[in-house]
């Protein structure tokens, strides 16, 4: 059914929820088509078969049967059924079984205008503490304390957010000024991120950003890969904050996480600062 | 003060400070015109970067954007989204249907000799001219006009430039629609002419009855939140501002623990609401207009208005449908979402019983009829495509995509639109004692129809491909969006031709203003009460003689009778 979906010109779905979405975008839109073609024959016949020139005289009484309370109901019906069969369900997954940190990959991701920070927990597993007064938006952007309990091997990345395929994520979201909107449009994965709270996400990516990009071959989007889109207004650079979002196989993602360990350990407290050595006050 | 018997009134006390509806409508209706023009060529220039973002603009480029060559910049493209959306709104659709439509045709159509409070009516016209003067003005000061959609969501609103003109024009708006649909209410509740029972109250009547509800119930909370807003910029309040926020670099110094949501919540309740307050003046004006030139009543007058009623009282719970991403459990989705598709049954039984009233009919093809039937259409695919958003499922990927664009558009645009268009050209003769010319008003109509589908069809092919609304650059920085940005220039070059396509009507306004009158009262052979009275209606009394009221709304063709008409107030 969803193979409809090349000619609405949805984005290849790569996720757990992706197919389910689809379907259901896929549904009411037969349910629209249906009803738009039915009004619409009737519109058009009505309008030949009663024109002024044709039809001298109108009925007063035009149509008599209530067939249309049928049409009502059957709208009616057909709408609870895609609520209770389709989108409670789909609802009820994404918001009751956010998976525990311990059972997935865990991510904070905090946005700000216009960019993306990727906070990792790093080997521990624990995010460390973050503070707003240690806020440096050079040096610091999302006021990690490295000298807090779990915050030594903490890393974070701006706009490049790496995830294993196959893996339940589980991302922490929140934001530092505005609202925004983290959207990944082909993970099916879209959330506001909102200045106060922090909301919990979780999908499934179901293949590599490599196996996406062959997808892509001969398309207009060949060669394009996968990206993280802001799809709510949130100032000036709206429009431009654009994240990268590499889908890895496992093996490869182990390889990244220990590639950032390692300029961590390079770089000394100072990591995540690309040209000077700052001061080390924090 | 003059003092003579006949209370002769100068030039200003007749046509600027007017207490009689039919002048006070007819302001409201000249300077919504202008705003709607206005908020139509603010869309022109956005639409004209979204084809060809960051080049010069022609011709007015170096005059708006001189600053930087003649080239829109990104402050400028969201002023310009955020304006476009307000004014269209507030400043043109609801004034020119409610202020417009309502104040002139309710008093007629009741058979009253005016508003039960012609001065509050008056005050509410005044109030939203000075909204609209602020408004006007804010894009004049060092700060610019306001740039945070027309949502005005907070935190961004309270730190970003030019909101404070914007609220401070809101509340002006909000006063006047207060006061304006107070007015309609007790005016039609007080001042309807002897024999004029509830069920023989044309339908239009029934549309503003229910629509002015809306307003004065759902415009107050966000008169407070617009307040409340104002005070977090002004005087340092928090409603809207949560603790810990670093803006642009440095910690925010607030009080802080408020919530942006809040604002949302108080916003969405107003502005959904508001959403059938832009339609339902239009679905009474198509109704009138359906029954009048298929020569028989509307097929299910009593339905129709139970649906809107209970269309109106629904409005009110579904405003968080808007919110579905904002972080909301399984009960509260599931509790809107329900509500939602609730919603849409009334709207089905609306549709379906225009089409319905076709069947049997003897149909007229003129102008008026013309836009009000393809309103029918149109509205059918806002309404339809409303429901992919209104499931929460669905709307994950939907969100603030260019389909929302597109379907809110397919209702307010080639709905709500068409159908002042085809109020327009069917009262004018009332209005002005004068005819329209058809061969104009067909040229005005196909082109008209053409190209807004062009602007706006498009828009559901780029929003299911996932592309965002609100892109300064029309969508180029991202891969998702490569397969649908060819469509923005089709999009663009539409919406020129879709302005072009105005200039008949402009023309036909004009010839027709300077045309001949004719004695003819009831030019369209109608049933209702205001084609009883003279064209144009006597000031401060509409009718010269009394107004009894013997029929319902839409007896045409009555089996047995010779004319195929039979006009309420016949004996
Ligand atoms: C008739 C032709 C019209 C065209 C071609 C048009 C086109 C547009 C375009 C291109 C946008 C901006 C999309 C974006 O940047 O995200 C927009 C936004 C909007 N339009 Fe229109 N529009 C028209 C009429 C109307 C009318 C009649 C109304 C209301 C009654 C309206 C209300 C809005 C609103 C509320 C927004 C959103 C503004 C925001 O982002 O805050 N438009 N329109
Ligand atoms: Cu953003
Ligand atoms: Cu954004």
């Given at each position: 059914m969803t193979e409809i979906l090349q000619y609405f010109g949805l984005p290849v779905g790569i996720s757990s929820v992706s197919g389910r979405i689809d379907e259901i975008i896929v549904i009411v839109h037969y349910l629209m088509l249906v009803l738009f073609v039915g009004w619409g024959i009737f519109f058009i016949v009505s309008l030949i078969k009663f024109r002024e020139s044709k039809n001298k005289k109108a009925n007063y009484k035009g149509v008599e049967s209530h067939y249309s309370s049928v049409l009502e109901g059957a709208v009616a019906v057909i709408e609870i059924v895609i609520l209770f069969g389709f989108a409670f369900p789909i609802w009820a997954e994404r918001v009751n079984d956010v998976p525990d940190s311990r059972d997935a990959e865990y991510i904070r991701v905090i946005a700000q205008q216009y960019a993306w920070n990727i906070h990792y927990p790093g080997a521990d597993g624990i995010f460390g503490d973050t503070k707003v007064e240690l806020?440096?938006?050079?040096?610091?952007p999302i006021g990690l304390d490295r000298n807090s309990e779990f915050g030594k091997d903490d890393f974070y990345t701006i706009n490049q957010m790496h995830i294993p395929v196959d893996t339940k994520i589980r991302v922490d979201l929140s934001s530092k000024d505005v609202i925004h909107n983290f959207k990944l449009p082909e993970l099916r994965v879209s959330q506001d991120a909102i200045p106060g709270m922090t909301i919990p996400v979780h999908f499934t990516a179901t293949s590599t950003s490599k196996e996406f990009l062959e997808t892509a071959?001969?398309?207009?989007?060949?060669g394009k890969s996968l990206e993280i889109a802001c799809a709510q207004l949130c100032g000036l650079g709206h429009y431009r904050m654009k994240g990268y979002l590499t889908i890895h196989e496992q093996e490869d993602y182990s390889a990244w996480l220990e590639e950032q360990a390692g300029y961590l350990e390079e770089e000394?407290?100072?990591?995540?600062?690309?040209d000077d050595w700052g001061d080390d006050d924090w | 003060m003059s003092n003579d018997h006949?209370?002769?009134?100068n030039f200003i006390q007749k046509y600027v400070f007017s207490v009689d509806h039919k002048i006070i409508g007819l302001q409201y209706g000249i300077t919504s015109l202008l705003f709607l023009l206005f908020g139509f060529m603010l869309m022109m220039l956005m639409r004209y970067q979204i084809a060809y973002p960051e080049t010069v603009i022609p011709y007015f480029g170096e005059w708006l954007f001189a600053g930087s060559g003649g080239v829109m910049l990104p402050e400028n493209y969201n002023t310009l989204g955020a304006m476009h959306g307000t004014i269209m709104i507030f400043l043109g659709v609801v004034p020119l249907a409610v202020g417009a439509f309502g104040n002139y045709l309710v008093p007629l159509q009741i058979g009253a000799?005016?508003?039960?409070?012609p001065k509050l009516n008056a005050a509410s016209y005044w109030s939203y001219f000075v909204g609209g003067v602020v408004m006007m003005a804010s894009f004049f000061?060092?700060?610019?006009?306001?740039?945070?959609?027309?949502?005005?969501?907070p935190p961004l609103s309270i730190f970003e430039s030019g909101q404070t003109m914007w609220l401070l024009g809101m509340v002006f708006l909000i006063t006047s629609s207060l006061l304006g649909s107070m007015n309609i209410i007790v005016t039609i509740v007080q001042l309807r002419a002897p024999g004029l029972t509830w069920f023989r109250l044309p339908f239009f009547i029934w549309a503003q009855l229910v629509t002015s509800f809306l307003l004065i119930l759902a415009f107050p909370p966000l008169e407070s939140a617009a307040i409340l807003q104002l005070m977090d910029r002004l005087v340092g309040t928090s409603f809207f501002l949560p603790s810990g926020l670093v803006y642009a670099g440095s910690p925010v110094e607030a009080y802080g623990s408020g919530s942006p949501l809040l604002w949302q919540h108080l916003f969405w309740f107003l502005a959904h609401p508001e959403v059938y307050v832009l339609i339902l003046p239009a679905i009474g004006i198509v109704g009138e207009i359906i029954a009048n030139n298929t020569r028989k009543p509307l097929w299910g007058y009593k339905s129709l208005v139970y649906a809107i009623g209970f269309l109106g009282f629904m409005s009110f719970i579904v405003w968080a449908h808007h919110m579905f991403l904002t972080g909301m459990g399984q009960s509260m989705s599931a509790f809107f979402q329900l509500t939602t598709m609730i919603i849409s049954i009334p709207s089905v039984v609306v549709l379906t019983a225009f089409f319905i009233s076709l069947w049997g009919g003897s149909i007229r093809f003129n102008t008026p009829m013309l836009f009000a039937l393809s309103f029918l259409p149109m509205f059918g695919i806002g309404g339809l495509t409303g429901l992919p958003l209104g499931v929460a499922a669905s709307d994950i990927f939907l969100h603030d995509t260019y389909y929302v664009i597109g379907h809110f558009h397919y209702v307010v645009a080639p709905g709500t639109i068409f159908a002042l268009f085809a109020g327009i050209y069917y009262w004018f003769p009332k209005v002005t004692g004068k005819r329209m010319s058809e061969t104009l008003g067909k040229l005005h109509f196909w082109p008209s129809l053409l190209f807004m589908n062009g602007v706006f069809m498009p828009m559901f092919i780029q929003g299911l491909a996932g592309l965002s609304r609100r892109m300064y650059d029309g969508g180029q920085q991202y891969a998702h969006a490569s397969d649908v940005l060819h469509w923005n220039e089709f999009m663009t070059i539409s919406a020129f031709c879709l302005g072009a396509a105005q200039i008949p009507f402009i023309v036909n306004l004009i010839i027709s203003l300077a045309g001949q009158k004719s004695d003819d009262r009831n030019p369209w052979k109608s049933t209702t009460i205001e084609w009883s009275a003279p064209s144009p209606p006597l000031p401060h009394v509409n009718f010269d003689s009394s107004v009894e009221v013997n029929h319902g709304p839409y007896e045409y063709s009555v089996p047995g009778q010779d004319e195929d008409y039979c006009p309420q107030t016949s004996p």
């Open positions: 806020v440096d938006e050079q040096d610091n071959v001969g398309t207009k989007r060949e000394g407290d100072d990591w995540g600062d690309d | 006949h209370h002769e009134e000799p005016d508003m039960a409070f000061t060092p700060e610019g006009a306001a740039r945070s959609g027309w949502t005005s969501y």
